[in-house]
């Protein structure tokens, strides 16, 4: 389930990135906003799984 979470997380900041830099291009400040907490979430999502990680060995 680890590896599930960590291709999720990685996801989420690609999937933020991409709306960021969309958002950012047509001026649109709301989809730039989402775009920066998707990136956040999946940045928060990585550090859990890495600090799972840290624990288990």
Known sequence: MAKEE?????KEQAK?????AVGRMTGN???TAEGKADQMKGDARQAKE???DTFKH
């Open 6 to 10: 960590k291709s999720r997380a990685m």
């Open 16 to 20: 933020g990135k991409a709306k960021e």
């Open 29 to 31: 400040e709301r989809m």
């Open 50 to 52: 890495k600090g799972k």
